[in-house]
């Protein structure tokens, strides 16, 4: 049916295609597209909106398939709408600083664009290789450096997206200033592909950072992390502040056969990274945690290799522990209240769960930790994923009573969706089903995602 309107190189339906692009990386979830249409200009994807409208067809848009809560999961026939072959960089203006992306540009692709301009693009993650521009907009990514230059939000100048009716909106176009009214940009930007699919993005690029320092230090007391946290952010400007545990480390060493950053292994490390200029108040603040016995040891980086290798003990987790089958949650609570709250978890776990080994790593700069089980060897992934589910409204409990979110950066998609009620008021989800009703009457877009279909 859609070769009526795309041509046929564009479409595929073989089982090995729609099993790859009919998931993302998240697990546990039925993939069964049927289709897989690569669209290669904005009006190919209102065309394809308009004959979804007509044919009663479910779209699902598709971008790097790094998403972590089945956002781009097609589990009922959906046709996937894939950006692959939408991956130009369109303009570029050095005195806006804005460059103009399709949905389908990879972010390390624009990361390296934005470096040949002698400028930056700030948001950076462990994806960045094969995640796209698009869905980085639609789940609103976060990553390493938020706690220094925000979140992809912040950088979303303008971008053009096809909605429900098969409206091409151009929302901002790239102005600094625009007091005309609501600002459609920021209700697309996290709307997961259920009010419009994103099709360019102008991106606000930032100055070149001076040459960055990374350190290492080893925390023995959780709690502790955020006194070296406030004792490093009221003396350094942090570009990152993240944190992981002795257990994260040992299995991104064994996968990736890296040394220990430290002499001793500790229960906890945090990873500072800041310009290499601050380096005495580093060291002045890395002293005063000393002597607080807030901190056992650190390392600093000498070079950038040597960044980069202690920026991999980080980076390396998620895949390093993706042989677990994590049952995977991604909290956020306010940052003063982050100590309490990962003792809550700690002690929760522990009591409900003591076969389940809790591995801690995460922003805890922004209040985001990932909370990662991993599965006991004499658990089935089905039977661990029962178990998982059954937990998680109990660990929700525990964010709402702090007034947290249930997802800090993975988005809601199909994992979440059934839980928006710890994080979000029903007043707020009635509105939200209400833009929805707006901007996609016919219920096409990503149905059943962040919000349950139908409604
Ligand atoms: C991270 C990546 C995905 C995961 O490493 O910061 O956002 O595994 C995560 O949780
Ligand atoms: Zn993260």
């Known amino acids: 049916m859609l070769a009526d309107i795309i041509d046929r190189r564009q479409i595929k339906t073989d089982a090995e295609s729609l099993a790859i692009w ?18 290669e200009t904005n009006q190919q994807v209102v065309d394809i909106v308009h004959y979804a409208i007509k044919a009663g067809l479910r779209l699902v848009p598709s971008g790097g398939r790094t998403g972590l809560s089945g956002g781009a999961v097609a589990e009922r026939g959906e046709v996937v709408v894939s950006f692959d072959r ?36 700030p948001v950076d993650f462990a994806s960045a290789g094969s995640s796209q521009m698009g869905g980085n907009v639609a789940t609103n990514a976060g990553g390493i450096k938020v706690i220094r230059y925000g979140l992809t939000r912040d950088w979303v100048a303008g971008l053009r997206a096809v909605t429900g009716t098969g ?16 600002d459609l940009r920021h209700l697309l930007i996290g709307s997961e592909g259920t009010l419009g699919l994103i099709t360019e993005v102008d991106v606000r690029l930032a100055a070149q950072p001076e040459p960055q320092t990374v350190m290492v230090v080893g925390v023995p007391q959780v709690l502790d992390l955020l006194n070296v946290l406030n004792c490093f952010n009221s003396q350094v400007t942090l570009s990152a502040f993240e944190f992981f545990s002795d257990l994260a480390l040992q299995k991104v060493r064994a996968h990736r056969d890296l040394p220990a950053p430290l002499a001793d292994a500790v229960a906890y490390y945090a990873l500072l990274e800041f310009d290499a200029s601050a380096m005495d108040a580093a060291s002045t603040a890395f002293e005063q945690c000393l002597n607080q016995g807030w901190v056992v040891d650190g390392v600093v980086s000498q070079s950038q290799a040597q960044a980069d290798a202690l920026w991999q003990l980080r980076e390396g987790i998620s895949e390093s522990i993706a042989p677990y089958t994590p049952y995977k949650n991604d909290l956020s609570v306010c940052i003063h209240d982050v100590p309490d709250f990962l003792a809550d978890v700690d002690r929760f776990v522990a009591e409900s769960y003591p076969d389940f080994e809790v591995c801690w790593y995460g922003h805890i700069g922004d209040g985001n930790l990932h909370l990662n089980i991993l599965r006991p060897e004499h658990l089935s992934v089905e039977e661990f994923m029962a178990k998982g589910h059954a937990m998680s409204p109990k660990i929700f409990e525990l964010v709402r009573a702090r007034g947290g979110s249930i997802s800090a950066e993975h988005g809601v998609g199909l994992l979440k969706r059934d839980f928006l009620n710890y994080s979000r008021s029903e007043q707020e989800i009635a509105l939200m089903q209400g833009l929805k009703q707006l901007f996609d009457p016919h219920q096409i877009l990503n149905p059943g995602k962040l919000l349950a279909a139908g409604v």
């Open 167 to 182: 409206a091409l909106l151009d929302c901002n176009n790239g102005l600094v200033k625009n007091a005309t009214g609501y």
């Open 22 to 39: 009919g998931k993302d990386w998240t697990n546990g979830f039925n993939v069964a597209p049927s289709a897989v249409v690569f669209p």
């Open 86 to 121: 939408m991956n130009q960089i369109l303009d570029f203006n050095a005195e806006d600083r804005l460059v103009t992306c399709q949905a389908g540009v990879i972010t390390q692709v624009l990361q390296e664009f934005a470096a040949a301009q002698q400028l930056f693009y």
